[in-house]
Antibody, heavy 121, light 108 residues
Framework: EVQLVQSGAEVKKPGESLTISCKSSGYSFITYWIGWVRQMPGKGLEWMAIIHPGNSDTRYSPSFQGQVTISADRSISTAYLQWSSLRASDTAMYYC??????????????WGKGTPVTVSS | DIVLTQSPDTLSVSPGERATLSCRAS???????LAWYQQKPGQAPRLLIYDASTRATGIPDSFSGSGSGTDFTLTISRLEPEDFAVYYC?????????FGGGTKVEIK
C-alpha cells in the first residue's frame, strides 16, 4: 500500500525554525515528484513546492520561494519542508502529496494526513 | 499566474440529484491540464479527475469532468451522502500550479 506518513503537530514561537517530514512507503520514492500544500485555517489549498527525489530538481511557487525549503533524503524515503524563521502567518495545516502513478509531476494522487503547525507567541 | 475562479461558492443539492461545478481560468490551460479534488472535513484532499476528464484510480463513474481552454466543469451525476464536501480545481499547465477557491456542496 502506498502511504505518506507525516510528522506530528507542532507549536512554535515566531522566529523559531522548524522542519516537518513526510515518510513514504509502498513505492519507489525516487521515481515520483513529491510536494507540499498549505491550507490555512478555514481556507483553500495553496501549492507550495515539489521535489523530484531522483535528481533533487525542485520547483517553488513564487509565493513561497525564499520562505521555505523543500528537500528529500532518498536513503530513508522522506521529504521535508523547512522554515528558518517562522511567522504567525505560517499557522496552517501542511499536506505532503506525491505524483505516484500519475502522468504529470504536478498531480497529487496520494496524500498524507497533514501536519498542523501553530505559530504563536 | 493563472487564476482559477470556481462557482458557485456553495451549491445546495438534494441526495440523488445532479451537481454541476464550474472552474474558469484567467488564461487558457494548455493540454487540458486541469484536475479536480474532493476534500471532506478533517481529511486530506483526494484526486478525482485529471487531464480535465480522466478519472483517477478508484473514482466512481458518477464523477465526470469536461471542458478545455478556460472553462471546465465537474459533474456529479447522482449525489450520494458521502459526496457532500468541498471541491477544488487545480491547473498544472506550468509553474506555479494554482488551485481554485473551492465549491462547497452541501445537503439541501
Amino acid at each position: 500500500e502506498v502511504q505518506l506518513v507525516q510528522s506530528g503537530a507542532e507549536v512554535k514561537k515566531p522566529g523559531e525554525s522548524l522542519t516537518i517530514s513526510c515518510k513514504s512507503s509502498g513505492y519507489s520514492f525516487i521515481t515520483y515528484w513529491i510536494g507540499w500544500v498549505r491550507q490555512m485555517p478555514g481556507k483553500g489549498l495553496e501549492w507550495m513546492a515539489i521535489i523530484h527525489p531522483g535528481n533533487s530538481d525542485t520547483r517553488y511557487s513564487p509565493s513561497f520561494q525564499g520562505q521555505v525549503t523543500i528537500s528529500a533524503d532518498r536513503s530513508i524515503s522522506t521529504a521535508y519542508l523547512q522554515w528558518s524563521s517562522l511567522r504567525a502567518s505560517d499557522t496552517a495545516m501542511y499536506y505532503c502529496a506525491t505524483q505516484y502513478n500519475l502522468p504529470n509531476g504536478y498531480l497529487l494522487g496520494v496524500w498524507g494526513k497533514g501536519t498542523p503547525v501553530t505559530v504563536s507567541s | 499566474d493563472i487564476v482559477l475562479t470556481q462557482s458557485p461558492d456553495t451549491l445546495s443539492v438534494s441526495p440523488g440529484e445532479r451537481a454541476t461545478l464550474s472552474c474558469r481560468a484567467s488564461q487558457s490551460v494548455s493540454s487540458s491540464s486541469l484536475a479536480w479534488y474532493q476534500q471532506k472535513p478533517g481529511q486530506a484532499p483526494r484526486l478525482l479527475i485529471y487531464d480535465a476528464s480522466t478519472r483517477a484510480t478508484g473514482i466512481p463513474d458518477s464523477f465526470s469532468g469536461s471542458g478545455s481552454g478556460t472553462d471546465f466543469t465537474l459533474t456529479i451525476s447522482r449525489l450520494e451522502p458521502e459526496d457532500f464536501a468541498v471541491y477544488y480545481c487545480q491547473q498544472y499547465t506550468g509553474s506555479p500550479v494554482t488551485f481554485g477557491g473551492g465549491t462547497k456542496v452541501e445537503i439541501k
